[in-house]
């Protein structure tokens, strides 16, 4: 094979598993909502939304974020990167454990209106998405897509079915059987995983590995918190304050308006090894390059469900959930925020300016907060749509400054800004035609062919 072509082609068949298992996982949990949807009550829904939203929170708590020091494993300690994750493993496991032995004690002394025991469950399930991550970021870095792929689809399928299955055999409580199915999984996977690195490594103290996590990963802990608080929070204050009916319907929008993060995870597991190489070497043309078309790329895909993803919820759920149909475009606009911020992020990382991070994400945190208890009271969820989108432009904001003091080679603001009116045009057009199904699909048509054009021109 021409030794060019293999140097393209190799990160292009990554890229295409990395994206192929995001799609599968997005996939494999968007064929249960019409059933979960169907065989759950809203109440029962809503109460399992809230549990996801705690449970990715605690999976912050749970780690100290120490699967976000992987980038430490491939830039600072390359040639110890096995004895590196070993040891943050350790602490980890170390800090699970004083972690779940505190929260015993203090839910004897509290009282909770669901089952204690979904407080365990939570835990384990939290530390078992840490596993996930840890493991997962070490496969990026190995460029082992392929077993990303298998591991990832794996895991998503499992859990969604196993969970789907119990809930439908389920009598009463389906809640309940839906959290054991989807937390049982994470809890067996943490156990093998576990068995598997302990045979294969020493788990061992190393002052200088935790030394150098805990300096990277405690300011990240604040940073990843407030981003889960930003993302989560909508569903935990909509179930405190108007009930699990309400965050029923946002959580199955939410789903539908999360569509494009799976590229964007995809994208992020992708552009992270290859910023660090091309940053290494200095080629900040290379980055400029490939950042531009690649938030080109995402505002088209993210223009296409603006327009044309009403029908398809309509199609999906009951006729109960329709009525958060609207809260698309605050969902979606979020989630286009959260992309462009991936950018500038990675440049807080690789510069090690981690206390910068954490700032920005937790002033738009109690931001968010703030907004939604004002609002969530008079508007409801859709209120809490919105107010999340307000959050995450000053978040985007916050961190494009800090980028651009850091590096402004590697990314065109002006660039980025026609492509922001861009979005902000389809986002208004969608609005004003929401009810004009046909005109509304025309345009989704329209746009991807000239879409199609252009890459092909290009």
């Known amino acids: 094979m021409n030794k060019s072509l293999e140097i393209w082609l190799r990160p292009c068949m990554s890229g295409a598993l990395y994206v192929g298992s995001n799609v599968l996982c997005s996939v494999i949990s968007f064929m249960f909502i019409p059933i979960l949807t169907r065989i759950m009550s809203q109440n029962d829904y809503g109460i399992v939304s809230t549990y996801t939203s705690a449970v990715s929170l605690l999976y912050v708590v749970v780690g100290i974020s120490l699967d976000s020091t992987m980038i430490l494993a491939y ?119 576990l068995f598997i690195l302990i045979k294969q490594w020493n788990f061992v103290y190393n002052k200088k590995f935790w030394k150098k996590a805990l300096s990277f990963s405690l300011p990240h802990v604040f940073h990843s918190a407030s981003l889960y608080i930003l993302n989560q929070s909508d569903r935990l204050m909509i179930s405190a304050i108007i009930g699990f009916e309400q965050t029923a319907i946002y959580g199955v929008i939410f789903s539908f308006g999360m569509i494009p993060q799976m590229f964007a995870s995809a994208f992020s597991n992708v552009y992270a090894p290859y910023c660090v190489d091309k940053m290494n070497s200095q080629k ?67 510069y090690n300016k981690v206390a910068m991070l954490s700032i920005a994400t937790i002033v738009s945190a109690i931001v968010n907060i703030s907004l939604n208890m004002l609002f969530i009271p008079y508007f409801g969820a859709i209120g809490a749509a919105y107010t999340t989108l307000i959050a995450k432009i000053i978040c985007t904001f916050m961190h494009f400054c800090v980028a651009k003091r850091l590096n402004s080679k590697t990314f065109s603001a002006q660039q980025i800004m026609y492509v922001v009116f861009f979005i902000i045009f389809i986002s208004i057009v969608s609005h004003l035609l929401l009810d004009r199904v046909l005109l509304r699909w025309v345009i989704g048509v329209l746009v991807g062919f000239f879409s199609l054009f252009l890459c092909i021109k290009k």
């Open 75 to 193: 830039k600072d300690f390359k040639e110890e990167s096995d004895d590196y994750i070993s040891s943050i493993l350790y602490l980890s496991l170390i800090w699970f454990i004083l972690f779940f032995l505190v929260s015993v004690i203090f839910c004897s002394f509290i009282k909770i209106k669901l089952p204690q025991s979904l407080v365990f469950f939570a835990l384990f399930h939290a530390f078992g998405r840490y596993l996930q991550s840890l493991f997962l970021q070490k496969l990026i870095f190995l460029r082992n897509a392929f077993v990303y792929f298998i591991t990832n689809v794996g895991i998503t399928f499992l859990s969604v079915s196993l969970s789907t299955t119990m809930c439908y055999m389920a009598d009463t409580n389906k809640y309940l059987f839906k959290i054991w199915g989807e937390s049982s999984v994470y809890i067996v996977f943490s156990i093998s995983i």
């Open 284 to 350: 900040y043309s290379d980055i400029k390059r490939v950042t531009f078309f690649s938030i080109l790329g995402f505002s088209i895909l993210t223009a296409e469900i603006l327009l044309l993803s009403p029908e398809f919820i309509r199609l999906f759920t009951p006729q109960s959930y329709w009525i958060g149909i609207p809260m698309l475009i605050p969902i979606l606009l979020s989630a286009f925020c959260e992309f462009i911020y991936l950018v500038f992020v990675l440049q807080e990382k690789y």
